[in-house]
């Protein structure tokens, strides 16, 4: 399985492609279908593992087709340090397709 399986909108593909993002660990595999089916999901795994990407990834991707791009997404972390990762994360994945963030902590 690649990143490509997952019909992700161009600009989000190629950047992924881009920062050299092949193939998705198994915590992907398993997530970004479920959430970009509009279900909610629990899920665990260890540290290092992608499981920011597996719920980022597909919520860019919702912005991303959205008619109106605009403030939709809220992310609460229990942690400053968390907090500040996925920031980075969105701010490394969104930018080849010109999605932000800010954290506030």
């Known amino acids: 399985m690649t990143f490509d ?4 909108e161009s600009s ?9 993002f092949k193939n998705p660990t198994p915590i992907q595999q398993q997530a970004i279908p ?9 899920a ?9 990407a597996a719920f980022l990834l597909p919520v860019m991707n919702k912005i991303l087709k959205a008619e109106k791009r605009h403030l939709n997404t809220l992310v609460i972390a ?9 920031d980075q994360q969105v701010e490394g994945l969104g930018y ?10």
Do not use: H, W
């Not at 399986?5 to 992700?8: A, E, H, S, T, Y």
């Not at 479920?34 to 629990?42: F, M, R």
């Not at 665990?44 to 920011?52: H, S, V, W």
């Not at 080849?96 to 902590?105: E, L, Q």
């Open 12 to 20: 989000l593909t190629e950047g992924l492609q881009t920062m050299g």
């Open 44 to 52: 665990c795994a260890q540290t290092g593992t992608g499981k920011t």
């Open 34 to 42: 479920v959430i970009l089916e509009g279900k909610d999901l629990i």
């Open 96 to 105: 080849f397709c010109g999605v932000g963030s800010i954290a506030i902590y």
């Open 78 to 86: 229990p942690t400053r340090e968390l907090a500040v990762q996925i």
């Open 5 to 8: 399986d997952f019909n992700f």
